[in-house]
């Protein structure tokens, strides 16, 4: 058995050939490193811990500057959400259509959303025509009830 029969035809070989796009945009995919203290991206859902944020601040949301700036981490991300959802292929994928984050990179991302942007952002991210994701606490109770 040679080499060529143990790599896969996706995979870059000697010559320097590419990787498809879709390969590419996988190896680049955010995932939690840990299942503890994850967090929310409030705009577009995407989950990672506290430190990734910190690290790398949001790949769909750079924007928001969330790299190496603690306190704006804490104002952009959330621990309070609900549900995950891991997402290969964006563009192709119902459920990330769905939850409108097909537009967004491959990674782990949050179902439901519970918490409050500051104005300041929310004003920011309105000139910029972005939506957000998140929802303030009771925001899906009916007026009246409890």
């Known amino acids: 058995?040679?080499?060529?029969?143990?790599?896969?035809?996706?995979?870059?070989?000697?010559?320097?050939?590419?990787?498809?796009?879709?390969?590419?945009?996988?190896?680049?995919?955010?995932?939690?490193?840990?299942?503890?203290?994850?967090?929310?991206?409030?705009?577009c859902g995407i989950i990672k811990t506290?430190?990734?944020?910190?690290?790398?601040?949001c790949e769909n949301c750079p924007f928001l500057d969330m790299a190496g700036n603690h306190e704006r981490c804490n104002m952009c991300t959330t621990a309070f959400f609900e549900g995950q959802v891991a997402?290969?292929?964006?563009?192709?994928?119902?459920?990330?259509?769905?939850?409108?984050?097909?537009?967004?990179l491959p990674g782990v991302y949050a179902i439901s959303i519970t918490g409050q942007l500051d104005r300041?952002?929310?004003?920011?991210?309105?000139?910029?025509g972005c939506r957000w994701r998140?929802?303030?606490?009771?925001a899906d109770q009916k007026a009246g009830t409890s």
């Not at 896969?8 to 050939?17: K, R």
């Not at 459920?95 to 409108?100: F, V």
């Not at 998140?134 to 009771?138: D, F, H, I, K």
Request: with cysteine; aromatic share 8%.
């Open 1 to 43: 058995m040679d080499d060529d029969d143990n790599r896969y035809d996706d995979e870059e070989d000697e010559e320097g050939e590419r990787l498809p796009a879709k390969v590419e945009d996988l190896a680049q995919a955010s995932v939690p490193t840990s299942l503890k203290g994850l967090r929310a991206c409030m705009r």
């Open 50 to 57: 506290l430190d990734q944020f910190l690290e790398y601040g």
């Open 87 to 104: 997402v290969m292929d964006p563009g192709e994928s119902w459920t990330a259509k769905w939850l409108r984050i097909d537009a967004y």
């Open 120 to 128: 300041d952002i929310e004003e920011e991210l309105e000139s910029r």
């Open 134 to 138: 998140c929802r303030p606490v009771g």
